[in-house]
Structure formats: structure tokens, C-alpha cells
């Protein structure tokens, strides 16, 4: 596939793998991304999962013909980009590999691999003809050792994870809820990292951006630009209150139904509520940050929280989870502690606000809690 001239796509399609790193559902399947330039020299800039390595071979050899490619470019060394780098040489034996100093270590420790190298850093430019790759240094987008590149002639930003998103390329689907998951799943730690980069992006002169998973976008970057600013700057994307939670009788469900009922009558524009033991943990966690207001209703249990909410909880945290505000709804049969257990796993997190109505339910709702609701919302609601 032509993205620009003489600039082509040889990624493929994963509908095999159900969870992707080993914990995300991606019903939608996954794509890999890569791409070659034809110029002068010819690069080809990353590869793919190691169960697709023949199929990339083959879209590598449908553009390129009889001629033998120059150098294969490593943005990221994540093994769903890196895998084939070895069958790439065994292709190819005289093709240069081109990445950071970090990345080549990586490639030692992952592959056992020193190969013809061209080591570079952030400024220096890979010169193919016609067409020369600009490299940015991107630490921790997602991981530390990642470069990006921009193609001055056709003003391409070859963006490695950074506004990749779930899903293969041969299922239609919006971008920005899966772009959003995937952001915040795999990301959402490094917000600080991608402002950095933003703030490089601003000085470039972008067509075209191409990911290493998820389509290639060419109108509109404005939007998915402003996105990345808000989902890095952990900006509440829209208004409205989640209400994450877990039940083991259907007592704090009843609770958490009822609170729904109360948040939309008082005229909350948008309730979401999840049930963290059924629902997608990744689509939680999506949600959690696309709002600015959480509501967290759990059980105590084993003198604890019940344990999909301490997940949770943790999802968040180490994700920087930061300027929302949180309510609580404890459930307790004879010693409700849930709410200040809770409370205490933020403690390292920063600009939170705590709502001072705390709704303590002993087994089943009542009177007393169900009034407690009612200001609960009240004070969400502000
Ligand atoms: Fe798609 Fe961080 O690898």
C-alpha cells in the first residue's frame, strides 16, 4: 500500500492473539505496523510480531523487487516490533540495522544480536536520496530506549507507539475510543514523557503520521494531537461521573443502580458504571481518566477491599491517576472499613479531591444510606 510517494506500508494483521501484552482484549484484533521508503538507498522501518515474520517478508519483497534494502530502521525494541529482526538479515545479509544505543543493547539481551549497526540520537539524519529521516528521542513512549523519525520530504512522522491504538487494519472502528484505551492501558504512566514530546511535535511541519499499530492518519491531526494533549496532561476529556464497582451479592450493585438513578435525575450528563469482577479492566481504566469525577463502591473483605477493586485502584495509581475527584461507597456485613481503605491507596497520588460524604451500607440498603446517596450525588455533583 502507497501512504506518499515512494513511502509504502508492509505491516499485517493479528486476529490470533485474544490478549495483547498479555492482558489487553483486543476483540478487534491488532495490527503491527511497518513501512518502507524507496530512494536512493531503501529503509525499512521496523517489523512485526514473530508470528507474522514470512507474511512481512513477503509485503517487504511486493515493493521492493529484485532490490536489496539498505538499512532496516528500529524505532522500539518491544518484541510485537522487533521480533523479526533477525530474519530480516537472514534476508538480507548486508542491510544495516539503524537505532539508539539503548535499543541495540536491548537487541542483544532479547535476540543475542550485535549487528551491522548505525547508531543514532536524537538530531542526527539518516540520508536516503530524496527522502531523509529527522530522529527524535522519545524515552518512556514507551519505553526508554524509543525514537521517532520525520520524513522531511514528505513531512511524515513516523510515531512508533505514540497514537497507536487497538484493533487491526481490516476492522473498521472509531479511533479515539480504542486510541484512548490503548493510550491509557499502555501510556497513561508516562504523560509527563508525551508533553515532552508534543512540545518537540509543534516544531515540525506534519502530513502525515504513521504508528506502529492502528491506522495511518492523514486529515484532522489536529484532533488526534488534541487528544494526546489531554489524555498526557490527565485533562478530564468529558464531563461525567464513573461509578467503578464491585458486588458479591448483588447488595452494593442495587446500591451503585440506585446512585445512577439519583446522578441522572439531578441531571449528571453522562453516568458509567462498571462492574470491575465482569466488565474489561482496560475499558475501566479508559473511563476513569476520560472523566473527572470516579465513584469507588467495594465490600471490605479479609479485612481489605475486595480484590478487582484493589486492582483497580492500582491500575490507576501507577498510572498517575491525578486531578479528579473521588467518592466512596463501602459495604460492610460488621465492620465496614472498604472507604478509608480505599482513600489510603491514594495517598502517593496527586490533586485528588476526596467528596466528605462517605455512603457506608451495613449488607443491604436502607433508609439511612439510601438518603446518604442522595447527598453523595449532591456533593459529586458540585
Ligand atoms: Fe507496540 Fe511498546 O510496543
Not at 144 to 167: H, I, N, R, W
Amino acid at each position: 500500500m502507497n501512504i506518499v510517494k515512494n513511502i509504502y506500508y508492509v505491516g499485517v494483521n493479528d486476529h490470533i492473539t485474544t490478549l495483547f501484552e498479555g492482558q489487553f482484549d483486543v476483540p478487534n484484533g491488532m495490527a503491527y505496523n511497518s513501512y518502507v521508503i524507496v530512494d536512493q538507498k531503501i529503509a525499512i522501518l521496523d517489523t512485526v510480531d514473530a508470528k507474522f515474520g514470512n507474511e512481512w517478508l513477503e509485503n517487504i519483497k511486493s515493493v521492493i523487487g529484485d532490490r536489496e534494502p539498505d538499512y532496516l530502521v528500529v524505532h522500539h525494541m518491544e518484541p510485537d516490533h522487533s521480533a523479526n529482526i533477525q530474519l530480516i538479515i537472514n534476508a538480507f545479509p548486508n542491510i544495516q540495522i539503524v537505532s539508539s544505543a539503548l535499543a541495540f543493547d536491548m537487541m542483544n539481551n532479547f535476540y543475542k544480536l550485535s549487528p551491522a549497526k548505525v547508531v543514532i540520537k536524537e538530531g542526527d539524519i539518516l540520508d536516503l536520496g530524496e527522502h531523509k529521516l529527522q530522529f527524535i528521542s522519545a524515552p518512556m513512549v514507551h519505553w526508554p530506549e524509543v525514537m521517532l523519525s520525520y520524513e522531511t520530504q514528505e513531512k511524515v512522522l513516523f510515531s512508533a507507539d505514540a497514537f497507536g491504538k487497538f484493533g487491526a487494519l481490516d476492522v473498521d472502528e472509531d479511533w479515539d475510543c480504542e486510541a484512548r484505551r490503548y493510550y491509557f492501558g499502555i501510556v497513561g504512566k508516562f504523560g509527563a514523557n508525551v508533553q515532552l514530546l508534543l512540545n518537540k511535535a509543534k516544531n515540525l511541519d506534519i502530513k502525515t503520521i504513521c504508528p506502529l499499530h492502528g491506522p495511518i492518519l492523514n486529515n484532522n491531526l489536529e484532533h488526534y494531537i488534541n487528544q494526546y494533549n489531554t489524555w498526557s496532561s490527565y485533562t478530564p476529556e468529558s464531563e461525567g461521573i464513573v461509578i467503578a464497582y464491585t458486588s458479591v451479592y448483588g447488595n452494593t450493585k442495587k446500591a451503585v443502580e440506585e446512585l445512577a438513578k439519583i446522578l441522572t435525575n439531578k441531571g449528571c450528563p453522562k453516568v458509567v458504571t462498571t462492574n470491575l469482577i465482569l466488565d474489561d479492566n482496560a475499558e475501566a481504566v479508559e473511563d476513569a481518566f476520560r472523566y473527572g469525577k470516579l465513584i469507588l463502591a467495594t465490600t471490605t473483605y479479609n479485612a481489605d477491599i475486595f480484590p478487582k477493586m484493589k486492582e483497580f485502584i492500582d491500575s490507576l495509581t501507577e498510572r498517575n491517576y491525578q486531578k479528579r475527584k473521588i467518592g466512596f461507597i463501602e459495604n460492610g456485613s460488621w465492620a465496614p472499613t472498604a472507604a478509608k481503605i480505599m482513600q489510603e491507596k491514594f495517598a502517593k497520588s496527586v490533586d485528588i479531591t476526596f467528596s466528605n460524604v462517605v455512603v457506608t451500607i451495613k449488607s443491604s440498603l436502607n433508609d439511612n444510606s439510601y438518603t446518604k446517596l442522595e447527598k453523595l450525588a449532591e456533593d459529586m455533583l458540585i
